[in-house]
T-cell receptor
Framework: GQQLNQSPQSMFIQEGEDVSMNCTSS?????WLWYKQDPGEGPVLLIA?????ELTSNGRLTAQFGITRKDSFLNISASIPSDVGIYFC??????????FGTGTRLQVFP | DGGITQSPKYLFRKEGQNVTLSCEQN?????MYWYRQDPGQGLRLIYY???????QKGDIAEGYSVSREKKESFPLTVTSAQKNPTAFYLC???????????FGSGTRLTVV
């Protein structure tokens, strides 16, 4: 099945640093979602985007729906240890089911 | 509080045995989904159901079966035909196909 290209695959950063990750698709999407998965748990929705160019924040997290509608970006500012986990993007074409990215594994060192 | 519950959290089975994973939601969601996650991997769709008494195969349905007799429940059976059943299994639900998904906390299945 189709999966989105998410990069980077993993990141190792120091506490306090900013983080950027992105997701690209070969298809035009009408919805982009970003999830975070803590170790041993299910993913939790962070941000939902529904319009091209939309920029939405949730605390230190900011996500953007790309203008081309084929990509999305997630930024985390001033990272803290509890930001550790796997971040998944997910997108939808039309009214079909969600397609998930391959995940970005984030490790934060104190 | 509304939510989606998977049980048990950890499950051990002997090779060759069928095992059923439970997924219950009280969110009044119409659609439910089962995903498999292997270490360091993304989410792969096993089965999904948009409405009671109806379900469709996902990308990796072989060796799995499901039922949707009630709106609240979508159990997954891992059969002996599944070659590599050891994995983390995630259940999710949504209001409909056009909405975001709410995930359960997962069941880690180990087959020995």
């Amino acid at each position: 099945g189709q999966q989105l290209n998410q990069s980077p695959q993993s990141m190792f950063i120091q506490e306090g640093e900013d983080v950027s990750m992105n997701c690209t698709s070969s298809s035009i999407f009408n919805t982009w979602l970003w999830y975070k998965q803590d170790p041993g748990e299910g993913p939790v929705l962070l941000i939902a985007l529904y319009k091209a160019g939309e920029l939405t924040s949730n605390g230190r997290l900011t996500a953007q729906f790309g203008i081309t509608r084929k990509d999305s970006f997630l930024n985390i500012s001033a990272s803290i240890p509890s930001d550790v986990g796997i971040y998944f993007c997910a997108g939808r074409e039309g009214t079909d089911k969600l397609i998930f990215g391959t995940g970005t594994r984030l490790q934060v060192f104190p | 509080d509304g939510g989606i519950t998977q049980s048990p959290k950890y499950l051990f089975r002997k090779e060759g045995q069928n095992v059923t994973l439970s997924c219950e939601q009280n969110l009044n969601h119409d659609a439910m989904y089962w995903y498999r996650q292997d270490p360091g991997q993304g989410l792969r769709l096993i089965y999904y159901s948009q409405i009671v008494n109806d379900f469709q195969k996902g990308d990796i349905a072989e060796g799995y079966s499901v039922s949707r007799e009630k709106k609240e429940s979508f159990p997954l059976t891992v059969t002996s035909a599944q070659k590599n059943p050891t994995a983390f299994y995630l259940c999710a639900s949504s209001k409909g196909m056009n909405y975001g998904y709410t995930f359960g906390s997962g069941t880690r299945l180990t087959v020995v």
